[in-house]
């Protein structure tokens, strides 16, 4: 058994024994697919051409503030590869330990995770969640989604449904529905 959360993921670090589990698995696939059969069909598939995306440039450098950390860490690096292909310079920063935004940001970005597990010492960090909120009062532009999104707000609830103050530059609170509702932008 590999662990899950309500979104279906348990990041790798979490889970004891990681090695030993996918060990078993491939072996308990070993033992119960028709592995020749499966290699077979993928034989007889066409190949997949993909090409490099044809990127347009910034007409300036631009430094974006990208929130990494325990927290913050649902994100593809083929994403942030192409923000600095493009002529993006990316500048990481945690808003569980950084009392501050890094200077001369251009604009942020909060990528999902899991802000929930963390949510009294994100609440805790006044001056970062100050920071935040002087950014965006100021105009800086800014990309949220998730747990990210739910960051911004004014509250959000923990596993065990305590609300913890948040950021507070969107109004709002966000708490656990019980179940999934749905996936997607709203």
Partial sequence: VIESRHLG????????????????????LEETLDMEELLGLADQAEDFVFGEPKLPRLEKKVTLGIARDEAFCFFY???????EQMGAKLCFFSPLRDDRLPEGLDGMIFYGGYPELYAEKLSANESMKRSIRE??????????ECGGFQ???EALADP???LWPMAGALPGKSRPAGRLTRFGYA
């Avoid at 670090?13 to 060990?23: A, F, G, N, V």
């Avoid at 690096?77 to 923000?83: A, E, G, H, I």
């Fill in 9 to 28: 993921l348990v990041m790798p670090d979490e889970i004891e024994h990681l090695k030993e589990k996918l060990q078993g698995l491939a072996e308990l």
């Fill in 77 to 83: 690096r083929d994403n942030l590869k192409l923000l």
């Fill in 135 to 144: 950014a965006v009062a100021e105009g800086m532009p800014y990309l949220a």
């Fill in 151 to 153: 960051y911004l707000q």
């Fill in 160 to 162: 065990e449904g305590r």
